[in-house]
């Protein structure tokens, strides 16, 4: 079960437009204009696994990808979507090439990621500024580090389940993407949609994030009726009847995550080609 699990997982079907949408905003990353694209939708809807088909393109065409995710439960320290994809590439990264790509901002940014005063031990302290004066210095040393970044190689940032962002996070990104328009730099967010209220702080950045002409929302959906056949001959399960694949459609409405789980509750592969009348 273990396994099948894993292979449901990795289905991948559909989604032409919403990979052609995405695949334009990469080309234009790509290219000098950076984007932003955030992806909306219920639970399982398949947000994570479209960003990670596109990060698979990105990879393929020359592009770094790193990936951020933000945690549900309180403990979590501030900005920690942009802690995971930063500290990552620190970790990877020679002495010298971070000093050059982080400038004269790596103190701060190491007042938020230790890990780089490892690396580079001769850092400064940064001086005593007033809160507002501290965060917009972060803020301008991670955006130009960024942008630094992905001049010599392009450069996508995932980051997943910001309906539990925290408020400096969201006002990160706010401000990163005012500066996007000339990098080589594309920003995937994803969120679950039912999850926020206009009460909600990524209500707000949404409200802001809309004015920028780099910035799209892409709302998924559930896949189409044929596209849960093919889902089904991905899973194993060969040539489905139209009314099993009707009857699956209606109990999902087209949810990944649902369907995966039906198609659990019918055993292993041998079981499951049986019921969807393979021959």
């Known amino acids: 079960m273990t396994c099948m699990a894993n292979q449901l997982q990795r289905i991948f079907v559909g989604r032409q437009r919403e990979m052609a949408e995405l695949r334009s905003a990469l080309d234009d990353a790509m290219s000098g204009s950076g984007r932003l694209v955030m992806l909306a939708g219920e639970p399982g809807i398949g947000k994570t696994r479209i960003a990670q088909e596109l990060a698979d393109q990105a990879r393929t065409l020359g592009a770094q990808v790193l990936w951020g995710w933000c945690y549900e439960r309180e403990g979590a320290p501030p900005y920690w979507p942009w802690v995971q994809p930063i500290r990552s590439y620190v970790l990877e990264t020679g002495p010298e090439q971070l000093r050059s790509e982080m400038g004269p901002g790596a103190a701060e940014i190491a007042e938020l990621i230790p890990e780089i005063r490892e690396k580079l031990p001769d850092l400064d302290q940064p001086p005593v500024l007033e809160a507002q004066e501290t965060r917009f210095r972060l803020f301008d040393s991670i955006s130009t580090f960024l942008k630094n970044l992905a001049r010599s190689k392009p450069l996508v940032i995932v980051l997943d389940d910001l309906h539990w962002a925290d408020t400096p996070s969201l006002l990160l ?38 004015r920028s002409t780099a910035f799209q929302r892409l709302t998924l959906d559930g896949l189409e009726t044929n596209d849960v056949g093919e889902f089904i001959r991905a899973a194993g399960g060969g040539e ?25 509750l019918l055993g292993d592969q041998k079981e499951w080609a049986r019921s969807a009348g393979a021959g």
């Open 240 to 264: 489905a009847s139209l009314e099993l694949i009707d009857a699956i459609y209606d109990h999902t409405e087209g949810n990944p995550l649902f369907m995966s789980e039906v198609i659990r």
């Open 173 to 210: 990104l706010e401000f990163l993407a005012r500066q996007l328009a000339d990098s080589k730099l594309l920003v995937i967010g994803a969120y679950r949609d039912i999850e926020v209220s206009r009460q909600h702080p990524l209500s707000e950045s949404l409200a802001q994030l809309s």
